[in-house]
């Protein structure tokens, strides 16, 4: 903590994302929205299309729900934090407490990271992706070190 009493992340407490699907579709989606938007302009300044604003604003809106779209695909991130981790993946965001994770898998052929937790459910950690080569498997020993010293289960006799 610092001074005014605000929690100062260390290394380990860092959020995982993706790197290489972040950067292409943000990229995606900036050309997207460049493209389609000097199309409906485009189009709505051309004499003799039959191109009006009411297709100028289908497209423009298109773009935007396009764009959002990709967004929200690459926006995908787990948080650690003291009690669990916070999974967003595209659809569904889920809290998963340390001591529910049995293990951490990241298989040769997986896309993406997964937990195998204590009710018997699979969470997939769409932050740690295949696509991302070596930081993707540090990634996945970092969490797995995290699971590790964060779960406080009993020792079984």
Same mark, same amino acid.
Not at 64 to 82: H, K, N
Not at 98 to 111: A, S
């Given at each position: 903590?610092?001074?005014?009493?605000?929690?100062?992340?260390?290394?380990?407490?860092?959020?995982?994302?993706?790197?290489?699907?972040? !950067?292409?579709?943000?990229?995606?989606?900036? $050309?997207?929205? =460049? &493209? %389609?938007?000097? /199309?409906?302009? *485009?189009?709505?300044?051309?004499?003799? !299309?039959?191109?009006?604003?009411?297709?100028? $604003?289908?497209? =423009? &809106? %298109?773009?935007? /729900?396009?764009? *959002?779209?990709?967004?929200?695909?690459?926006?995908?991130?787990?948080?650690?934090?003291?009690?669990?981790? =916070? &999974?967003?993946?595209?659809?569904?965001?889920?809290?998963?407490?340390?001591?529910?994770?049995?293990?951490?898998?990241?298989?040769?052929?997986?896309?993406?990271?997964?937990?195998?937790?204590?009710?018997?459910?699979?969470?997939?950690?769409?932050?740690?992706?295949?696509?991302?080569?070596?930081?993707?498997?540090?990634?996945?020993?970092?969490?797995?070190?995290?699971?590790?010293?964060?779960?406080?289960?009993?020792?079984?006799?």
């Amino acid at each position: 903590m610092d001074g005014r009493g605000a929690h100062i992340p260390t290394v380990d407490d860092t959020p995982f994302r993706p790197r290489r699907a972040r !950067t292409v579709g943000l990229a995606v989606a900036g $050309a997207l929205a =460049v &493209v %389609l938007v000097a /199309l409906a302009v *485009g189009l709505s300044l051309e004499p003799g !299309t039959g191109w009006g604003p009411l297709d100028t $604003a289908s497209t =423009v &809106v %298109l773009g935007l /729900l396009l764009c *959002g779209g990709l967004v929200r695909l690459v926006s995908v991130r787990a948080v650690p934090t003291t009690e669990a981790l =916070v &999974v967003r993946n595209v659809v569904l965001t889920r809290r998963v407490r340390w001591d529910e994770v049995l293990e951490v898998r990241f298989g040769r052929d997986d896309p993406w990271l997964v937990l195998g937790t204590a009710d018997g459910e699979d969470v997939a950690v769409m932050a740690v992706q295949r696509s991302d080569g070596e930081h993707a498997q540090a990634e996945a020993r970092r969490l797995a070190r995290m699971v590790t010293a964060r779960a406080a289960r009993p020792h079984r006799s």
